[in-house]
C-alpha cells in the first residue's frame, strides 16, 4: 500500500475515530484483502464478469437500512453482485458493486464509460 505520511489522527471525522479505521485498514492488510486495479490495462479486449456475493446475517440492514449500500433482496435472501471489467490479460480494470437484485447490464455502462 502507499504510505503518505499523514498521521491517522488527521482523518476526518466523517469516517469515524481514527483508531477504528486504522484497525480495519491494518487487518485487511495483514489479510491480503485489497485489490490492485491495473495501472496500465491492455484493451485489446475488456471482458465483463458478474458474481453474485450472500450479504452474511448481521450485514443485513442496521439502523440505517440498506439503501446506501450494495445489498438487495433476491431468491438466494439478501446478496451482493459483484460485476468486473478486466484488460486481456485478465487484468481487473474496474468493478461495481449493485444489489443482488438488479439486472447486471445496468452496471456495465459505468464500467465501460471512457474507455476509448
Known amino acids: 500500500m502507499v504510505r503518505t505520511g499523514s498521521p491517522w489522527r488527521n482523518l476526518p471525522a466523517f469516517f469515524g475515530n481514527w483508531n ?36 452474511h446475517r448481521h450485514g443485513q440492514g442496521a439502523k440505517r437500512g440498506t439503501q446506501s449500500q450494495a445489498i438487495g433482496r433476491s431468491k438466494g435472501g439478501m446478496t451482493t453482485t459483484i460485476l468486473a471489467l478486466t484488460d486481456a490479460l ?27
Open 90 to 116: 485478465g487484468n481487473l480494470v474496474r468493478f461495481v458493486l449493485l444489489p443482488g437484485h438488479r439486472f447486471d447490464t445496468v452496471g456495465v455502462p459505468p464500467l465501460i464509460d471512457g474507455l476509448c
Open 20 to 55: 477504528t479505521v486504522f484497525k480495519r485498514y491494518s487487518d485487511r492488510v495483514k489479510a491480503d484483502v485489497f485489490i490492485a486495479c491495473s495501472d496500465a490495462p491492455d484493451m485489446e479486449y475488456a471482458m465483463v464478469d458478474a458474481t453474485i456475493v450472500k450479504v
